[in-house]
């Protein structure tokens, strides 16, 4: 029998739009990475299980950009409900935009920029290394939340979106 080689990504892509909305009817911030893990961790498996490796990265790609076009789009439409959705998304919000406006913080300074994001991916190895990957998924769920948060944010909040 053959399977049609788009199902796989066409299901990722519709579980983890699907997870965004449970996410926002259930309200627990906690929850949401947690719900976009489940929507494409089995597909990663069955790839993996097997033998194909380049499936797996390839499905797991198209989880991360389906996460981030999700988690922006929602923020831009619902700024105020997805606030306090995504875990460290008002707070790195905040962040971003006293960056735009006074040209301080972490994102111009190397020496604060460097060690957070390198602290990031040695956390995301070693969760990746310690739990078969399903940690470092959660982890890469909640940057990926908070940054499209963000940019959603900053859309909403613009006189012409399209340009930014």
């Not at 993996?48 to 991360?64: E, K, N, P, S, Y």
């Not at 988690?71 to 919000?93: C, Q």
């Amino acid at each position: 029998m053959a399977v049609n080689a788009a199902a796989g990504p066409l299901a990722i892509i519709a579980a983890t739009a699907l997870s965004y909305g449970i996410a926002l009817v259930i309200g627990v911030p906690w929850l949401v990475p947690l719900l976009n893990v489940a929507a494409a961790f089995p597909f990663m498996v069955a790839s993996l299980r097997r033998g194909d490796v380049a499936d797996a990265i390839t499905r797991m790609l198209i989880w991360a950009a389906t996460m981030g076009l999700c988690a922006t789009a929602i923020a831009y439409k619902y700024p105020t409900a997805t606030a306090s959705l995504f875990l460290h998304g008002d707070a790195y919000r905040r962040e971003m935009f006293d960056f735009i406006i006074t040209g301080r913080g972490a994102e111009g300074d190397v020496r604060q920029f460097l060690p957070q994001h390198l602290g990031h991916a040695l956390l995301f190895a070693a969760l990746a290394l310690a739990t078969a990957g399903t940690l470092a998924m959660a982890l890469g769920a909640i940057l990926i939340n908070y940054m499209g948060y963000y940019v959603g944010s900053l859309g909403a909040v613009s006189a012409h979106p399209a340009r930014v």
